[in-house]
């Protein structure tokens, strides 16, 4: 209980510290919050950070928390050299109990001599990465000998990945701001542009989306404006849209520059040569210098919001195939896995059970196919193994097979769905099995299709680790056993004598003892039970086998 309440309150601490981060635009008060507030949540004398320097090809002294000592707030770390070059040059946490002492790790004189002016003796680092990028080096240490506990590096570590997220994005918006005041001294003379710049910078600094953006350019020239992305779905709209207009201007041009198309205008919104979207305006005949320079100040700061909301999109779904992974590797615990999903959004919860789903084929656009229902109970999802694979919300992996039909149908993949699996090693245990079936759908040329183990018949059957025989059996011929309890019918024995007369219907009638045409007229009935299809040779083998595993449950010495 008391390990469960100090997990609560850290996990507390880092909601707090996530809100305190989101809300500094300083760069300054950002290094100075994530250091206090790293000496604070692990409980040492002394936290910094420092930054990675490109040109120099090392790390430096950025911000610290508890130092005393001018020559440690001055240090540069080398890369390899020392516990933080090791971390700035492998990208991994190190902690030592004794740094003097320790030698795993590569002593200088300057380090040592700065280390031991600080009296520094137990160090944990941690790196700052973001999109692949290494930032920095978040440290606590203390000054007396203390060990460090796997949770304190893992608490630490959740405190370097929301300190570097928000670095990027402090810098990020320190860049737009550039971007813009740039802009604006460009036009200085022009007070309606430095007004449209101003409300821009705001609307961005904000935290504002593109659809904000379209509003206040709609305000400012009196226009409908309308808003694509890359292919061309629409993103946002204001005013009073004429969308037959702005689906032809659309794609009128990709340099960047306001062009007319039309009765409207249209400018593409690209950053580094990629275009990453479309503004289409209307609603007015001409458009003097200054509004145009609006318009394409518009769509430089659509351009750069659309950018950092991919790399935002791009980072979070990083971070879900991490999470994936560990849960399918079943290494992780899943309290921990329930952290780290926190993490990523405060409001998901961790439901007791999955289906998981498994995607083998070019699984390009499949998230964008995905029905609202399904994406509402989509807990994680990423690549696995050269799979696509998610983990659903769901109790039955047979409904979330036909809901996924259709997807694999468009995609032209093979979908295989299992669970519903608990955390741990049964969820290992449903990933394995829906390879498995994925693999033998494969090999049965059943691609452009989403199926359970069931679906898959007798070659289901057979590359299931474990068979729940009475649910097979129910799943292959339950709309007749049903219909049998209900009306006192014997359609199964029906089947049983059809299947042994070689499909006859005579030779059944004379095992049976009744007329032909009653024969004919019960499989006229399975037939509106099962479908059309059941009498196929792929079918009428899984009916078979259904048959003899249902006499099987009735008598197990059959």
Known sequence: MDAGRKREAELTALVDIALELASARDPGRVLNTIVHRARTLIGTDVAYLTLYDAEQGDTYMRATDGSVSAAFQQLRLPLGAGLGGLVAKTHKPYWTTDYPSDHRFRHTSPIDNAV?????????????????????????SNRTARPFSPTEVSLLGSLAALAAVTIVQVRAAAETAAALEQLSEAHA?????????????????????????????????????????????ELAAAGEVDRDLAGKAAAASDSGRLVRAGDCWMVAATAKGERLGALVIGGVTELSAADQRIVERAAVVTALVLLFRRQAAEQSQRAQADILSDALSGNADPRALADRIRLLDSTRRLPAQLVVVVCRGDHTGVLARLSAPLQERLVLVGPYAGDLVMLLALPDPVAAARALNEVARRCGLAIGVTGPARWGEPLVEAHQQATRL???????????????????????????????????VAHVLGPVTDYDSQRGTDLVGTLDAYFAAGQSPTRAATALH???????????????????????????????????LLRALHDPLT
Not at 531 to 548: E, F, M, N, S, T
């Open 189 to 233: 003379g022009v007070e309606h542009a430095a007004a449209a710049h101003d409300r821009f910078a705001e609307i961005v600094l904000s935290g504002g989306d593109v659809d904000a953006i379209a509003a206040a350019l709609a305000e400012l020239l009196g226009v409908w404006v309308l808003l694509f992305d890359a292919l061309g779905n």
């Open 438 to 472: 994925v693999t033998t759908m494969l090999r049965l040329g059943r691609s452009g299709q989403a199926v359970a183990p069931d679906d898959l018949g007798v070659a289901g059957l057979v590359g299931a680790p474990e068979v729940d025989v009475k649910a097979h």
């Open 116 to 140: 031991g002016e600080e009296g520094l003796v137990a160090i944990l680092g941690t790196p700052l990465i973001v999109d692949g990028a290494f930032v920095g080096v978040l440290f606590a």
């Open 514 to 548: 009744i007329h032909p045409n009653t024969v004919q007229q019960r499989l006229d009935r399975v037939s509106a039970l099962l479908g059309p299809g059941w009498q196929h040779p792929d079918k009428a083998l899984d009916i078979q086998v259904a048959l003899r």
